[in-house]
């Protein structure tokens, strides 16, 4: 995962990746990445910026923004995502490309309906499950979080809440975990999800259960 929020703040529990695990659990992090510009405002964790730890390792700005920091994590920029010089950072090929502008509600792959399942624990993580069907199975799923009111296919940084691509399993299914901003209002985001092996994209509200 790699955050690119402008900062970060909250009375304590304050983290680039994780805000708090429920006491008695544990969070299995790894390949976690954040900017070490970004302000953070209520850090609880002394341990130092560490790739598997609840702040992430932490990347000069300036690396953070090039294609080939993303390149290096193993980001596929032939198939999945395209660079935006612009806005310096990954966005999704569908989105460079152009589109009518509307949002659009669970799109279907070349070999039936993308869906997804997303559920709130009692930690406040959020665990969502991407079904991409059986073409998709061991190819790169990316999975992009927006912040309502966003177009899922023009984004700005300011609305991108998560973003990660990951190796489907061999159903096609991918499951991330992540710490959504407040939650209690998690209906309020879009999920989209493409694929390297050149499923339709699906785009639809995030709806956590």
Known sequence: MVSLNSEITAPSYAHGIVGRVRAGQRADLADNYTSAAVPVTGETLTDPPAADNWKGAEVSDEELRTQA???GLGWDFDVVWAWDEGEQQP?????AA?????????RTAGDGTISHEAVLGPDGITTVTVHAGE?????????????VPADAHRTSPGEVVYLNQATADATGDLTVAMALPDPPR???FWIAVDTSAGTERYVARLDVQ
């Open 69 to 71: 920091f993303f390149e």
């Open 91 to 95: 966005v999704l090929r569908a989105e």
């Open 98 to 106: 152009g589109s009518e502008g509307a949002q659009a509600e669970g």
């Open 135 to 147: 073409r998709a199975a061991g190819e790169q799923v990316s999975a992009v979080i927006l912040a």
């Open 186 to 188: 998690a209906s309020g």
